[in-house]
């Protein structure tokens, strides 16, 4: 597993899902002994995004595949919404978006799109989005769009609408 970005709990069943970096795999390696990184690989990644149940057991986990959105450059966020969806953010400099998926890995929507930030006013652009949680009676998902913007911004959990 590489560097944990997030962590949320889904109260319907008390599944524990994460979501990490794999790429920061390769830069985090580093042999004690040589004092130098680890040139070889002995394992393969967990997926980025991986659930678990209440007594710490995998349950599963899976990468992006599919087309319609685009993949943060930088994992960061996750949460599950009561109905079970699992929404992401990224971190990185262009990861400007925030995306829906079902829990084994449909993708369903994305609200703003990477690249370049349009600032705190923005209705259809995210800035760094850190984190997202949803108001189930009103069907609207909060997001802290705090490390390129300064907000909190809100749209339609369904639809995506600002």
């Known amino acids: 597993m590489g560097q944990v ?3 949320a709990v889904d109260d319907r069943n008390g599944h524990v899902w994460i979501v990490h970096r794999p790429a ?4 985090d390696e580093w042999d004690a002994k040589t004092n130098r990184p680890v040139t070889h690989r002995c394992c393969k990644s967990l997926p980025p995004v991986a659930e678990f149940d209440a007594a710490g057991s995998y349950v599963r986990g899976w ?3 599919g087309t319609g959105f685009e993949w943060p450059k930088v994992e960061h966020g996750i949460y599950i919404d009561p109905q079970g969806n699992v929404w992401l953010a990224g971190n990185g400099n262009e990861d400007n978006q925030i995306l829906k998926f ?3 890995g449909k993708f ?3 609200i703003g799109r990477a690249g370049k ?3 705190s006013n923005s209705r259809t652009q995210l800035g760094r989005p ?3 949680v949803m108001d189930a009676a009103a069907n609207e998902l909060y997001i802290a769009d705090g490390y390129g913007n300064r ?3 809100v749209y339609d959990a369904s639809t995506g609408a600002y």
């Not at 920061?24 to 830069?27: E, G, H, M, P, R």
Request: charged fraction near 10%; glycine fraction near 8%; avoid cysteine.
């Open 151 to 153: 907000r909190i911004v």
């Open 63 to 65: 990468s992006p595949q």
């Open 5 to 7: 970005a997030g962590i």
């Open 102 to 104: 079902s829990p084994d």
């Open 117 to 119: 930030s349009e600032g």
């Open 24 to 27: 920061s795999l390769l830069a």
């Open 130 to 132: 850190a984190h997202m």
């Open 108 to 110: 369903l929507m994305q």
